[in-house]
């Protein structure tokens, strides 16, 4: 792409779509995303944003890392209470 005569790579969005899985293929930004994908953002930047843009997001908190990790060892107890009642 030329602009003001100078040559610039034409750079592409790399965000996917969730139902067909491509590529959106917009012109991109400097960050790697088109006006649609969040091109001109920049993120959250102080940690009360990161916190309110988390809050935002989550819906059920399934898949955090709490969660996970919670489930995680809630199976582990009950291998564990199983392994006990067939040893005794
Ligand atoms: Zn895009």
Known sequence: MVIKNKEIPLVLCNAKSKRTGKLCRQPAMKNRKCRLHGGKSTGAKTHKGKLN????VTKH???SKEA???R????????KGK??????
């Open 83 to 88: 392994k006990l009642l067939l040893n005794c």
């Open 68 to 70: 996970i990790l919670e």
């Open 61 to 63: 908190g399934f898949y």
């Open 72 to 79: 995680k060892k809630t199976k582990e107890y009950i291998r």
């Open 53 to 56: 843009q988390k809050r935002a």
